[in-house]
T-cell receptor
Framework: SQQGEEDPQALSIQEGENATMNCSYK?????LQWYRQNSGRGLVHLIL?????REKHSGRLRVTLDTSKKSSSLLITASRAADTASYFC????????????FGGGTRLMVKP | DGGITQSPKYLFRKEGQNVTLSCEQN?????MYWYRQDPGQGLRLIYY???????QKGDIAEGYSVSREKKESFPLTVTSAQKNPTAFYLC???????????FGPGTRLLVL
């Protein structure tokens, strides 16, 4: 069963615009992670935010976490064509036996 | 060069045949995972192992088997009981718990 669900499923923007992806989950978590996957490749870890954190930055990435709403957002600023990929959130939760559960992903296309 | 490798990149299976996908890591990670990804979908957990000589079923273990005889290696066998094996298979490792997972490049399995 999927704990995290991303929204939107697909997003198309022009280079230079910002891209925002959202993730909602159902049960309480210890941390939430965002991963990126280029077509036909493995996933690459982008950022981890713990349940006691509200916002985290890494380069052009900004992640927020609202535990009261059970949601997180990933913002990519000043997007580039090279940002074209699928983005997944992954959550743990206390009764999951130390596993991560991945959502279905947001497919981002950045047009040059 | 530290990392996680998977082989082969492409694998073809005939009806009734068992095939084994290789996953090796030199990150000294205790935990290893196998995921299945269908086109346009997220990741589903097949099996995971938190320590050598121990492994647990994930959400979709039927038709698959694994072994964990060495810390570095976590091979996945797709048995003839798996009736719809065509998918992209991803292996990952982590230091354990809910920490960052590091992914291999994946193996694409096709049925002849």
């Amino acid at each position: 069963s999927q704990q995290g669900e991303e929204d939107p499923q697909a997003l198309s923007i022009q280079e230079g615009e910002n891209a925002t992806m959202n993730c909602s989950y159902k049960t309480s978590i210890n941390n939430l992670q965002w991963y990126r996957q280029n077509s036909g490749r493995g996933l690459v870890h982008l950022i981890l935010i713990r349940s006691n954190e509200r916002e985290k930055h890494s380069g052009r990435l900004r992640v927020t976490l609202d535990t009261s709403k059970k949601s997180s957002s990933l913002l990519i600023t000043a997007s580039r064509a090279a940002d074209t990929a699928s983005y997944f959130c992954a959550t743990d939760h206390n009764n999951a036996g130390n596993m991560l559960t991945f959502g279905g992903g947001t497919r981002l296309m950045v047009k040059p | 060069d530290g990392g996680i490798t998977q082989s082969p990149k492409y694998l073809f299976r005939k009806e009734g045949q068992n095939v084994t996908l290789s996953c090796e890591q030199n990150l000294n990670h205790d935990a290893m995972y196998w995921y299945r990804q269908d086109p346009g979908q997220g990741l589903r957990l097949i099996y995971y192992s938190q320590i050598v000589n121990d492994f647990q079923k994930g959400d979709i273990a039927e038709g698959y088997s694994v072994s964990r005889e060495k810390k570095e290696s976590f091979p996945l066998t797709v048995t003839s009981a798996q009736k719809n094996p065509t998918a992209f298979y991803l292996c990952a490792s982590s230091s354990g718990g809910w920490e960052t997972q590091y992914f291999g490049p994946g193996t694409r399995l096709l049925v002849l």
